[in-house]
């Protein structure tokens, strides 16, 4: 028997222990819960969870806000938990198509768990399964899984809405972006942009050729990014519109997160071999960049000789100012002879000049 068998058939026993822990618990209705989430989250390395499984777990959230918060927390609890890399992928994964999938009340938990839905909030930025060489690559695609998810949810807070779920709700709110505030126009763009840049991000590793589940995982984030992609032709189309109405500070934001959209250009061609690559999309953003640009070169300039223009209006009016005659000794009223440059008085023959003080 191989290493490899030796380790999977430890991990297979590890599961139904687990299982057998879980059915024989005092509480029937938390037993069922915490059944249907191990099976899915199960250490088998081979493949992602089966639909019926994951489905299963979505089932829970359909019955009572109670069964909703179980089973969330149990999930969590499993992700934080486990050592072990495949475990917290398939955790992760099952977060996901809650996200994605899960009714309401699931989405409401899988938000506000603990953490209140803060930034990074599922805690794997350290996360590592150091057990092999293997198994600590796999650990990338977990920091990188978790990353994805988390920017998710920011984004569904910033737009207001789920990246999936029901299209006729989201062309709703799509119609939307006509009535945000140029700040707010400004921001969504930004966040739509980093979670580009976040699947951008993906690890370098042979993994996603030869593992079924690193496999599943990175077109569960196509198919967010596929979304984003819609977003983000929606708001740069609007943003086009207003071009004029933008204040510098607002140009220079969008203009830089173009810029940072287009540098992960090549890298999401590589990752996702041509299949989300939206030419169109791509196109529209090199040109409204290049409209944002411009007029912050043009708005830029017309500061600038607006600037030159009052300075040097001010300096003509200091050096237009008469000099003042003061002598401390005279009383108001008085008169000050001046003499003239030329060893007479001031005037020619008429002798001193009375000036009143």
Not at 65 to 71: K, V
Not at 304 to 329: G, H, I, K, Y
Request: one cysteine or more.
């Amino acid at each position: 028997m191989t290493m490899d068998r030796k380790i999977n058939l430890i991990e297979i026993l590890k599961d139904k222990a687990s299982i057998l822990r879980a059915t024989l618990s005092i509480n029937r209705y938390v037993s069922s819960i915490h059944v249907a989430i191990l099976r899915a989250t199960s250490h088998d390395p081979s493949s992602q969870p089966s639909d019926a499984r994951i489905a299963a777990v979505l089932d829970l959230g359909r019955s009572s806000r109670l069964a909703a918060c179980t089973c969330i927390d149990i999930l969590m609890d499993r992700l934080h938990a486990t050592q072990n890399v495949f475990v917290a992928l398939k955790c992760l994964y099952a977060i996901h198509n809650v996200v994605s999938k899960g009714s309401f009340i699931l989405k409401d938990q899988i938000s506000y768990h603990p953490s209140f839905g803060g930034r990074n909030f599922l805690n794997m930025t350290a996360f590592s399964d150091k057990s092999d060489s293997d198994t600590w690559e796999f650990s990338l695609w977990v920091r990188w899984y978790a990353g994805v998810v988390e920017q998710n949810l920011m984004v569904a807070r910033a737009i207001g809405y789920y990246l999936i779920g029901s299209e006729i709700k989201r062309l709703e709110n799509r119609n939307k972006a006509v009535a945000l505030l140029n700040s707010d126009l400004v921001t969504e763009i930004e966040v739509l942009v980093e979670f580009v840049a976040r699947v951008c991000d993906a690890p370098e590793s042979l993994s996603l050729q030869r593992n079924n589940l690193v496999y599943e995982i990175v077109k569960a984030a196509s198919e967010d990014y596929r979304a984003v992609q819609c977003e983000i032709s929606v708001r740069v189309r609007e943003i086009e519109d207003r071009v004029e109405r933008l204040s510098l500070s607002e140009l220079t934001r969008v203009i830089d997160a173009l810029r940072k959209l287009e540098d992960c250009q090549e890298r999401l061609v590589l990752l996702f071999v041509n299949r989300k690559r939206n030419d169109r999309l791509w196109e529209t953003v090199r040109k409204t960049r290049a409209k944002l640009a411009e007029t912050k070169e043009q708005r830029e300039e017309k500061r600038l000789v607006v600037r030159t223009m009052s300075s040097n209006r001010r300096r003509r009016d200091e050096l237009s100012e008469p000099a003042q005659c003061w002598n401390p000794f005279l009383e108001p009223g008085q008169l000050l002879l001046l003499p003239s440059g030329g060893g007479g008085w001031l005037g020619t023959g008429m002798g001193p000049t009375p000036i009143a003080v």
